[in-house]
């Protein structure tokens, strides 16, 4: 059981615009500590998405886009593509462990 | 283009002790940054090990500290990690990380290598 909670899995159709939740607590993504989101394809290492909440690195589509609030943080696509199909994951620090944690993960399946 | 790639043993006994490389190109371990490790069992999600900075100053999993060491070697421009004890449920992809100074993001990821702990 991950310390930031994920669904374990999304879907949506081509086009279509789905979200991701990442659920902590207070001494995580509460105590306002960044949350940072990766793609990972199948066989690959993971892709980083968004960092500190809201940023995305040069050459990540503007169809992904972060959003953080309280004790949770949000990933959203929009125009989803077949490409996208993949697992997803939140990361964020706990004050309280003195841990980077991840989040369960969640696979995002493209009907 | 800065390259990590992960070097060690694919399989290893239980009880004995995994040591595993990162070796950086294209970029100066003593410049900046720091780096980390970690792991993805199979099927499952990440787990963050550890990170380490070039002076050598580490920050370990609470779960993992007292079975682990993470080291760096600026002349080889690779770090290191050292983990004892190994037990079947230590068998997973482990792979070694860029820390973006932007915040505590990991920007690069090496490929990852399959360890499995087994007799």
């Known amino acids: 059981q991950s310390v930031l909670t994920q669904p374990p899995s999304v879907s949506g159709a081509p086009g279509q615009r789905v979200t991701i939740s990442c659920t902590g607590s207070?001494?995580?993504?509460?105590?306002?500590?960044?949350v940072h989101w990766y793609q990972q394809l199948p066989g690959t290492a993971p892709k980083l998405l968004i960092y500190?909440?809201?940023n995305r690195p040069s050459g990540v589509p503007d169809r992904f886009s972060g959003s953080k609030s309280g004790t949770s943080a949000s990933l959203a696509i929009t125009g989803l593509q077949a490409e996208d199909e993949a697992d997803y994951y939140c990361?964020?620090?706990?004050?309280?462990?003195?841990?980077?944690?991840f989040g369960g993960g969640t696979r995002l399946t493209v009907l | 283009q800065v390259q990590l790639q992960e070097s060690g043993p694919g399989l290893v006994k239980p009880s004995e002790t995994l040591s595993l490389t990162c070796t950086v190109s294209?970029?100066?371990?003593?410049?900046?940054?720091?780096w980390g490790w970690i792991r993805q069992p199979p099927g499952k999600g990440l787990e963050w090990i550890g990170t380490?900075?070039?002076?050598?100053?580490?920050s370990h999993n609470p779960s993992l500290n007292s079975r682990l060491t993470i080291s760096v070697d600026t002349s080889k421009n690779r770090f290191s990690l050292k983990l004892t004890s190994l037990t079947a449920a230590d068998t997973a992809v482990y792979f070694c990380?860029?820390?973006?100074?932007?915040?505590?993001?990991?920007?690069?990821w090496g490929q990852g290598t399959l360890v499995s702990v087994s007799s």
């Open positions: 990380a860029r820390r973006s100074t932007a915040g505590d993001a990991f920007d690069m």
């Open positions: 294209d970029y100066s371990l003593s410049s900046a940054y720091y």
């Open positions: 500190g909440n809201t």
């Open positions: 380490i900075d070039r002076s050598g100053s580490a």
């Open positions: 990361q964020s620090f706990d004050g309280s462990l003195r841990a980077v944690l």
């Open positions: 207070s001494s995580n993504i509460g105590a306002d500590y960044d």
